[in-house]
């Protein structure tokens, strides 16, 4: 019993697994129907659920002291599949079915490429345990599906290739870059403490009521420069 109690934070990060290969066999419908909606608004779905699961495995393992080595690098490779190939291919596919220079939609693999180092570093950079060092890949994905979002809304500037090379190239610079970002974990509730946490929550609640999903491009931007704004202090040990 006990075995199997120590497993139930493998079992909730395997979930995450399956809503990522949801997610690709979505993305691959692009903006085709696809049980009642559009392709790529179903792989937004299943990657949210895939972050759910992503949330909770680490919240179970906390409640259960259920901590290992074989958790974490599993926790790894479901995201990357999850965060890093999934929003990569819905990309792919909206981008091919909007018209969007073909040969654009190609550079899209670059950010698998990218969230793969930047989960192996993870693994093996003792630092990251109260704070990130570099961009999460689940904040990268959301917000390439903010980006994929807006521009299936029809805001043309980011469909333009020197626009979206720039961006690109950034948030995979990001990712594996050695600025601090805030880790969403609370120890406390203090304002002073969690004055950027509050203000990501109060800044997630406004972009997303007011642009739908599209407002996630604009949440990523406003953690990035929150990060750099108020860089967290206590950036780990060691």
């Known amino acids: 019993m006990n075995k199997l109690i120590k497993n139930i934070p493998n079992f909730i990060t395997s979930l995450n ?8 066999i979505a993305a691959s419908k692009g903006i085709g129907e696809f049980w009642g909606l559009l392709g790529f608004q179903w792989a937004f779905i299943f990657m949210a659920m895939g ?3 992503d949330f909770l495995d680490g919240f179970a393992a906390r409640l259960l002291k ?18 890093g190939v999934a929003p990569a291919l819905t990309l792919f596919f909206l981008m091919q079915d909007i018209g969007v220079d073909r040969w654009l939609s190609w550079t899209t693999l670059l950010i698998p490429l990218c969230a793969a180092f930047r989960l192996a570093r993870f693994n093996l950079d003792t630092r990251q345990t109260t704070t990130f060092i570099g961009l999460p890949v689940p904040a990268n994905a959301i917000f390439w599906v903010g980006y994929a979002a807006l521009m299936w809304q029809g805001v043309q500037f980011l469909s333009i290739w020197y626009v979206f090379l720039c961006f690109l190239v950034v948030e995979c610079w990001l990712m594996n870059s050695e600025i601090p ?6 120890k406390n509730f203090g304002i002073k403490e969690n004055l950027p946490r509050y203000l990501l929550a ?8 007011t642009l739908g999903v599209g407002g996630l491009f604009w949440l990523i931007l406003f ?3 929150l990060s750099i704004a108020y860089r967290p202090k206590s950036r780990v040990e060691g």
Not at 181 to 186: A, E, G, N, Q, R
């Open 17 to 24: 697994l399956g809503a990522g290969c949801l997610a690709l």
């Open 51 to 53: 972050a759910l699961a």
């Open 66 to 83: 259920a901590y290992s080595d074989l958790g974490k690098e599993l926790d790894s490779l479901c995201d990357l599949v999850t965060f």
């Open 181 to 186: 970002m805030y880790s969403l974990k609370f």
């Open 202 to 209: 109060l800044a997630a609640g406004l972009f997303c009521f």
């Open 223 to 225: 953690y990035v420069l």
